[in-house]
């Protein structure tokens, strides 16, 4: 598996979780399809493997027993292979797929005992999904296509057009409003799409691998349009993809799914740098180690002595911009935190990191 990352700055530092409730709390979440499904969780059944399961119920476990929460303003990215179950679970967010159990709440809110009122305001207000078929109105403009969900909410048709034609802007694209869907590239149509999301101003922006039908080209462009957004808005997001590279570039933290089950959970450096297992391991293995891995974990713990901090480098300094400062200075860094030096890093363990000796060792602090 082959994984290439552009060398490009640190990314600010995911949102510390506050005293208010997570945007998303999941807690021992089961999809099982088949008959009578709801017997599985919590019974012996439950701990069988899937082959056996399906020949001896009939049933398929879709997500086996999940449970993660998103914070406000984070970026959080589920990934696995085909059938591991990522898109299953992001419909099981909203209701578009019934949960077979487990408990699941949007601001504290129980999600599953919404009635149909309740769901329809979470669907059209609170929470505004991106699929990967981008499902535009064939014969509405762009402007119309936009405007869409605003008008399923009831606005007028100057006040919701007003409101289409500045997010079009967002999105890039200004003056191609009035064009219908077949007169656009792939990446524009997927633009719309982001943007008819957009328009509702919803809490909580769900994609389900919206770039995976798009060219490598235009696929980047559409992952750079949405960090652009993120770091404009701040909004919370949660990104499902099978691409890891995808994965590393977005997501604050990132799960990986097999077989319906979460393996491993934490930011990409976790992931990279700690994998929980042989999976995981194999997963991250041709990832460019130096792109992602910061001095903090790269550094040996002490200070330096004294106030000069010699090539002072910040803890979320990427192993490979510390490397050509090493290189450079021909000398050791200190790690610099609020004057503080955490730490020392020079060639030898910066090295030992892109060659992966002795990274899987103390937690990333």
């Known amino acids: 598996m082959s994984t290439t990352l552009s060398k490009e700055p640190a990314r600010e530092p995911a949102p510390e979780p506050t005293g208010a409730p997570p945007v998303f709390s999941i807690r021992n979440l089961w999809k099982v399809f088949g008959p009578k499904a709801e017997r599985v969780p919590g019974s012996e059944l439950a701990d069988l493997p899937a082959d056996e399961l399906r020949r001896s119920t009939g049933c398929t476990v879709a997500v086996r027993d999940v449970s993660f929460d998103v914070h406000k303003g ?28 487990g408990t699941l709440e949007i601001d504290g809110e129980d999600v599953r005992a919404m009635d149909k009122a309740r769901l329809r305001e979470l669907r059209r207000h609170r929470a505004a999904m991106v699929f990967q078929h981008f499902g535009l109105l064939p014969h509405r403009t762009v402007l119309d296509n936009v405007a869409y969900g605003l008008e399923i909410q009831g606005l007028g048709k100057p006040e919701r057009r007003a409101l289409a034609m500045k997010v079009v802007t967002k999105v890039g694209l200004e003056g191609m409003e009035h064009r219908r869907p077949a007169q656009l590239s792939g990446g524009q149509q997927q633009r719309v799409g982001l943007a008819r999301a957009l328009a509702v101003d919803p809490e909580v922006l769900l994609f389900d691998e919206p770039f995976s039908a798009l060219d490598p080209l235009i696929r980047r462009d559409m992952q750079e349009e949405v960090i652009r957004l993120h770091h404009e808005e701040g909004r919370t997001m949660i990104f499902i993809t099978h691409d890891l590279s995808e994965a590393l570039r977005l997501g604050d933290r990132i799960a990986l799914m097999r077989d ?32 992602v891995i910061t001095v903090r974990t790269a550094m040996r713990a002490g ?5 000069d901090h010699p090539g002072s480098l910040a803890p979320d300094t990427i ?3 510390a ?23 020079d060639h030898e363990n910066l090295l030992a990191v892109v060659a992966g000796i002795g990274s899987e060792r103390a937690a990333v602090s």
């Open 323 to 345: 490397i050509e400062i090493v290189a450079r200075s021909g000398a050791a860094a200190c790690v610099v935190e609020d004057g503080e030096c955490l730490g020392v890093v």
């Open 74 to 101: 984070e970026v959080f990215v589920v990934m696995g292979l085909s059938g591991s179950g990522k898109s299953t679970l992001v419909r099981c967010l909203t209701r578009l797929i019934e949960p077979t159990s």
């Open 260 to 291: 319906g089950e979460i393996v491993q959970c934490g930011t990409p450096e976790e992931i990279v740098a700690q994998p929980a297992d042989d999976y995981v391991r194999d997963f991250v293995r041709d990832v460019p180690r130096e792109q």
């Open 319 to 321: 192993v490979a911009a």
């Open 303 to 307: 200070g330096c002595g004294g106030s």
